[in-house]
């Protein structure tokens, strides 16, 4: 009789199992969204930082290789167990695919903060002022203009530079043009506060004036960066790539990350 009155128990066990399963996946998720702002589409994801540790890739460890796309990254943590939920392409690179500025991994600047002034025709890192992303070691992240980081002088856990500023004190960059013709995919980043963090990456190309007011008026942020033009794309689990088409994508110095551990 002890086997019949088991069943019923273990049969409840075994659900119960099965919701926290579900709760710890669903706990791991990050918070993704398709967005419509003046007419164009935007995929937004929202991280906090409390819940999800953001990271940034750009060689891989053992080899020195650099992982270049999020899918070399994707099989990298996978074969080590971690379930990518969440990556994005860092900031600007030069042509020998290293990072134009600040690059901060896991506490180590590969490459120093770079506030040479050059000509704003030769890319938009020069189209002032740029800007860094950064994630201090209390966990906390925040968008801060180079001379503005430089000036902290505060140590960070990770950290890319790019630019330009998309906004700063909650004013769009004044080097931009409401009906500029420059159209093209956009990707960027903001901290509302201290610990809610926003991505963002157009599904159509559009111009800087645009997507700094997305980040403003949509996303509700006061300080944001542009990340890259043409190649930027957004990895979501389950979801798959946002952003520009596969064959403009280019190889990538820096990727954000969110792992997530069984």
Not at 123 to 148: E, I, K, M, Q, W
Not at 174 to 187: C, M
């Given at each position: 009789m002890s086997g019949p009155r088991r069943a019923p128990v273990v049969f409840i066990l075994l659900i119960l199992l099965a919701l926290l399963a579900g709760c710890s996946a669903r706990a791991r998720a990050v918070s993704s969204d398709e967005l419509a702002f003046e007419g164009q589409n935007y995929r937004v994801v929202r991280l906090d930082l409390r819940r999800h540790a953001l990271t940034l890739h750009w060689r891989e460890p053992a080899s020195g290789q650099p992982f270049g796309s999020i899918e070399t990254l994707r099989r990298w943590g996978e074969a080590r167990g971690q379930r990518l939920l969440f990556a994005a392409n860092a900031g600007i690179y030069d042509k020998q695919f290293a990072p134009l500025g600040l690059y901060v991994e896991n506490g180590k600047a590969l490459v120093p903060l770079n506030l040479a002034?050059?000509?704003?025709?030769?890319?938009?890192?020069?189209?002032?002022?740029?800007?860094?992303?950064?994630?201090?070691?209390?966990?906390?992240?925040?968008?801060?203009?180079?001379?503005?980081?430089?000036?902290?002088?505060?140590?960070?856990?990770?950290?890319?530079?790019?630019?330009?500023?998309?906004?700063?004190?909650?004013?769009?960059?004044?080097?931009?043009?409401?009906?500029?013709?420059?159209?093209?995919?956009?990707?960027?980043?903001?901290?509302?506060?201290?610990?809610?963090?926003?991505?963002?990456?157009?599904?159509?190309?559009?111009?800087?004036?645009?997507?700094?007011?997305?980040?403003?008026?949509?996303?509700?942020?006061?300080?944001?960066?542009?990340?890259?033009?043409?190649?930027?794309?957004?990895?979501?689990?389950?979801e798959g790539y946002a952003g520009a088409p596969a064959f403009m994508v280019k190889p990538y110095a820096g990727i954000f990350a969110v792992f997530a551990t069984p």
């Open positions: 002034h050059g000509n704003p025709a030769s890319g938009n890192f020069s189209l002032l002022p740029n800007g860094v992303f950064a994630v201090y070691p209390d966990g906390h992240a925040a968008v801060r203009t180079s001379a503005d980081f430089k000036a902290d002088g505060k140590p960070v856990q990770w950290a890319s530079q790019s630019g330009p500023m998309l906004l700063i004190d909650g004013q769009l960059n004044p080097q931009f043009v409401g009906d500029s013709a420059s159209l093209k995919w956009r990707s960027g980043v903001c901290a509302r506060s201290p610990y809610e963090v926003v991505f963002a990456v157009s599904e159509a190309p559009v111009n800087f004036h645009t997507f700094g007011r997305l980040f403003r008026d949509k996303l509700g942020c006061r300080d944001a960066l542009y990340l890259d033009g043409s190649i930027s794309q957004m990895y979501v689990d389950d």
